[in-house]
């Protein structure tokens, strides 16, 4: 099946620093998501992107969709202690796939103040 | 709305056991699906279904079945739990208008532990 690698595993940054993370697939997708996970909740989707080359700001938050169509990145800018949280990258297929989404492992973000 | 609920949100069961995991929402949404999440494992696809009366599998199917007899609710049942389904599990819901606005709703999880 699709598989997403999704790195880093954790990151551990201080308050006000910026935070990179990204995903890549072997397979192509049509649409990339971005979701956030607090303690004790499901996933929030943060950002959407669904043509290859865009780039999609939400606040400080900032994703692109590849060229390729097999990756994609997630950057958060000058980072807030409620900025911690699991952060999700998840692909889409075209066709009748609808809705089913593949995962990335996930990013665990830990801010220090 | 109430958007998705899941219910219970914890569970403790012993090996053998059957249950059944309560997923409903309230958007009339076409398409749900169940994941669970592992550590490390992001959340992975066990079934979905694109509308009542139709369901089909996903990437971690087995001990799992599920039906979709209306729009609102998806349950999932697992038939002989084991300790290897402990984990947390997460309902979604998504409306279908083939356009570029599907976003996955998720509900808030139900934490389950096999014994």
């Known amino acids: 099946g699709q598989q997403l690698n999704q790195s880093p595993q954790s990151m551990f940054i201080q308050e006000g620093e910026d935070v990179s993370m990204n995903c890549t697939s072997s397979?192509?997708?049509?649409?990339w998501l971005w979701y956030k996970q607090d303690p004790g909740e499901g996933p929030v989707l943060l950002i959407a992107l669904y043509k290859a080359g865009e780039l999609t700001s939400n606040g400080r938050l900032t994703a692109q969709f590849g060229i390729t169509r097999k990756d994609s990145f997630l950057n958060i800018s000058a980072s807030i202690p409620s900025d911690v949280g699991i952060y999700f990258c998840?692909?889409?297929?075209?066709?009748?796939?609808?809705?089913?989404?593949?995962f990335g492992q996930g990013t665990i973000l830990t801010v220090h103040p | 709305n109430a958007g998705v609920t899941q219910t219970p949100k914890f569970q403790v069961l012993k090996t053998g056991q059957s249950m059944t995991l309560q997923c409903a929402q309230d958007?009339?949404?076409?398409?749900m699906s169940w994941y669970r999440q592992d550590p490390g494992m992001g959340l992975r696809l066990i079934h979905y279904s694109v509308g009542a009366g139709i369901t089909d599998q996903g990437e971690v199917p087995n001990g799992y079945n599920v039906s979709r007899s209306t729009t609102e609710d998806f349950p999932l049942r697992l038939l002989s739990a084991a300790p290897s389904q402990t984990s947390v599990y997460f309902c979604?819901?998504?409306?279908?208008?083939?356009?570029?606005?599907?976003?996955?709703?998720f509900g808030p999880g139900t934490r389950l532990t096999v014994l």
């Open positions: 979604a819901s998504t409306p279908i208008d083939r356009g570029p606005t599907d976003t996955q709703y």
């Open positions: 958007m009339n949404h076409e398409y």
């Open positions: 397979s192509i997708f049509n649409t």
């Open positions: 998840a692909g889409k297929g075209g066709g009748t796939s609808y809705g089913k989404l593949t």
